[in-house]
């Protein structure tokens, strides 16, 4: 059975930081890339960032850029997301998720994704 399990998010204060961790298990996804996706009450969830399969290339959302780093670990089929200058419009419950199959550009529509964990809440106060 292939899991995804999130874990590090909290409560902290605006200009703080947290860093979230995904692990994999059931299987490996070393050879695909891999996402994170936030997702406030009642509204959809959104693409922040995503990794390639080797970690060569990422990608983020505008409103990261310079805020979130996206990284993994092969050996502990694992992802982190490091949030650093955290807003209080950062609030949500953060999603990590991986595809099926490869893509040759790293996906950022919640549909490109198969596989999903079940969350972590991250809360930002002001």
């Known amino acids: 059975q292939v899991q995804l399990v999130e874990s590090g998010g909290g409560l902290v204060q605006s200009g703080g930081s947290l860093r979230l961790s995904c692990a994999a298990s059931g299987r490996t996804f070393a050879s695909f890339s891999m996402g994170w996706f936030p997702q406030v009450t009642v509204k959809e969830r959104e693409f922040v960032s995503a990794i390639s399969w080797n970690g060569g290339s990422t990608d983020y959302t505008d409103s990261v850029k310079g805020r979130f780093t996206i990284s993994r670990d092969h050996a502990k089929n694992t992802v982190y997301l490091q949030l650093n200058s955290l807003k209080p419009e950062d609030t949500a419950v953060y999603y990590c998720?991986?595809?099926?199959?490869?893509?040759?550009?790293?996906?950022?529509?919640?549909?490109?994704?198969?596989?999903w964990g079940q969350g972590t809440q991250v809360t930002v106060s002001s």
């Open positions: 998720a991986a595809p099926s199959r490869y893509f040759d550009s790293l996906p950022r529509r919640v549909a490109q994704y198969f596989y």
